[in-house]
Structures are given as C-alpha cells and as structure tokens.
C-alpha cells in the first residue's frame, strides 16, 4: 500500500502536476487523522482501574449498543491465566487477589474481535 501511494505521489511530481499532488497529499493526511481519530475513539471507550491493582479490577467497557465482552489476562511468559466473558457496556468488576504481585496483559475482545490491550500492574 505504501508503494502504490509513493508511486502517485511520484508520477504527480514528475508531471508537474503540483495542483494534483498537492490535493493527494491533503487527502492522505486527512486520510491518516480519521485514523488516528477512529483508534483514540476505540482507545477511550474502555477503562481500566485502579492500576496498580490489589484485588479486584474493575474493566468499564463503553458503547451504544449490547455485546458480548471476553476479557483475558496473561501473566509475563504470554500464558493465559484467566478470562472473563460478560455483557457490555457495563462496568466488569474481576477478582484477581489470588495472582502474585507482578505485570500482566488484559486483552479485549468485543463480539469477536480483538479491541485492545492495556499492561496491569498487581501489587
């Protein structure tokens, strides 16, 4: 994908069509801050907290309409540990006093497909 944009970019410079690549080049960075725009959106509708966490944390999952949550945690080596499947939106509150103090990865799937990962810190 990068090369065929490179590659327009470079045939509007060659035909000194400065017009034209001008706009190209306005609608590619257009292009780029939809996407930033779409992930910071995707970012912002969960939340995770307290982190550093003792023992339960609490998982806020945002959105208009009903789904299916699926929360997994892994510990440092990449394994699963335990997963959480709940409705959304809704506040998910997990129990995790039973884990060692240390760095895990939740990872969040809405309706299938994978939204998100955030680092927890267990104390």
């Known amino acids: 994908m990068i090369r065929l944009f490179r590659k327009v970019r470079q045939k509007l410079l060659s035909e000194n069509s400065y ?5 190209y080049a306005t609608g590619e960075i ?6 930033i725009l779409l992930a910071l959106q995707v970012d912002s509708a969960i939340s995770i ?3 550093p966490v003792v023992d339960y944390l609490n998982v806020k ?9 699926f929360i997994e945690l892994y510990d440092p080596q990449g394994r699963q540990i335990q997963n959480w499947i709940d409705k959304y939106p809704g506040t998910h509150t997990l129990e995790i006093s039973t884990l060692k103090a240390g760095l ?12 998100s990962s955030r680092r927890i810190i267990k104390h």
Do not use: F, T, W
């Open 19 to 23: 017009g034209m690549y001008i706009l």
């Open 30 to 35: 257009v292009l780029v801050m939809i996407g």
């Open 49 to 51: 907290y307290p982190n």
């Open 61 to 69: 999952i945002m959105g208009d309409q009903l789904g299916e949550a």
């Open 104 to 115: 895990y990865m939740a990872r969040i799937s809405m309706d299938g497909k994978y939204l």
